[in-house]
């Protein structure tokens, strides 16, 4: 089955440049820090949101319905992105390999 990984997800790295690998690898990292934190700050609201009594039920339902829908997609957006970092790191280190022989 094909989801967002899958259109996220580089496998082939070789044919890159090495900057573009190190490009990758750090804007990979760095959304996925920011999507981790965003998730974490998400739950947070969530949680806060439901002991407020100035907090609608409705809006509330709303909320949470669109929370949801967007956590349904984060994981897997997370992954990709974490495994193109992971994957432009080995290039690299392959790459550097090579250079040392």
Known sequence: MTDIYHHLS???????STEALREMSRDCDAAVSGL??????????AFWACT???Y????AKDDLRDLGESLMYLPRIVQ???ENANNADFEL???EA????
């Open 10 to 16: 580089q496998p082939c790295m070789r044919e890159s």
């Open 36 to 45: 981790l934190a965003g998730m974490r700050a998400m739950g947070s609201m």
């Open 52 to 54: 407020s009594e100035d």
């Open 56 to 59: 609608a039920e409705e809006l």
């Open 80 to 82: 990709a992105l974490s």
């Open 93 to 95: 280190r392959q790459r």
């Open 98 to 101: 090579k250079v040392r022989k």
